[in-house]
Structure formats: C-alpha cells, structure tokens
C-alpha cells in the first residue's frame, strides 16, 4: 500500500493524531481538493485490491491531515463522502467482534467491537450539514474511517487478550461481513 501512496503506521505517525477540520465558506475549494485526492487513491487501490467488505480511506492515510473520508460498501460504487464528520448518536448495543483489516497496516488482521448502528454529522464538500445514520457493515466501515480522523487505529480497541494476526493465518479473506 506504501506504493500507492497510502500512509503506513511504521511510518508516520501523523496517523496517530487528530485531523484538522475545514471551515467553511472559507475552506470549500481544500474539502473539495481533498475529496479528489481520496478519490484518486481509492482508483489508485482498486486497481490492485478487491474488497469484499467494503472499504474506506481517511485523508491522514493520504497524507493529508484534514477531517475528510470516503467509504464504499460493499458490492457498491457509490461513494459516501464524509467531510467534517462527528458521531452524534450511537446504539448502546456493540457488535460481536468482528476481523477489520487497515489500508494502514495492510498485512494484519484484528477483531474489533462496535456499535451497531451510529449517527453522524457531516457536511458535504460545499459545507452543506447532514446528519445520517449508518448500521451493520457500513457503520462499522464508516467507525473506522472517523476513528482515523481522530488519531485512533484499530489495532488501539483490541480486547483484552486479542492481538493483531498475519493475513496469512486470517481465514475470512473474501467472505464479507453477515449481519
């Protein structure tokens, strides 16, 4: 992933930091840069990746230390553009552990919990507010995007006793996430 230019843990640890947000009017045409930039490297990924779960990219993994995201669901094309986002709301009730893997740390595994539906702020790239709310995969997906933006990786909401494992002894490579 290094070589498509995607931040890597052992690298930089710029990931482990919170984004700056963008304001807007004023930072309009940076949100819209910076989509693009995600845009761009998600083509850039695709083009040597299948992802079966879906998958995503916060603009620190780019480089770019700015609260901004993309994710794609699963079996889908169509973007969901986070700009500014917040959770605002979360269910009470977690999700069973689950495997996540991180463009970020592309060789490992680890099973993380988390909330099975959340509400979030967010803003389009011309500063437009919306409020969605996301459940199952895509909850999980966009989690993991926003924990990015607040300096928080995965591999830090392992339970106690779980560790992170080598792809290479991961069974679920190519199953999706069943909700």
């Not at 991180?102 to 099973?111: N, P």
């Not at 919990?113 to 996301?134: I, K, M, N, Y």
């Amino acid at each position: 992933m290094r070589a498509l230019g995607i931040a890597q843990v052992e690298d930089d640890p710029g990931l482990q930091c919170a984004a700056d947000g963008f304001v807007f009017p004023f930072d309009a045409a940076l949100a819209t840069e910076t989509m693009n930039q995600l845009r761009d490297a998600v083509r850039r990924i695709r083009l040597v990746h299948t992802f079966s779960k879906g998958m995503g990219l916060a603009a620190p993994q780019i480089g770019v230390p700015r609260r901004a995201a993309i994710v794609f669901p699963a079996g889908s094309d169509e973007a969901i553009t986070l700009v500014n986002p917040r959770v605002v709301d979360q269910s009470a009730t977690l999700d069973v552990p689950r495997y996540e893997g991180c463009l970020s740390f592309f060789d490992v595994r680890g099973r993380v919990r988390r909330p099975l539906a959340l509400t979030v702020e967010h803003q389009r790239e011309d500063g437009t507010l919306e409020r969605s709310t996301f459940g199952g995969s895509v909850g999980r997906l966009v989690a993991h995007e926003i924990d990015h933006l607040d300096g928080l990786l995965y591999s830090h909401l392992l339970e106690p006793g779980e560790r992170l494992i080598p792809v290479a002894d991961y069974r679920g490579t190519g199953v999706g996430w069943h909700y």
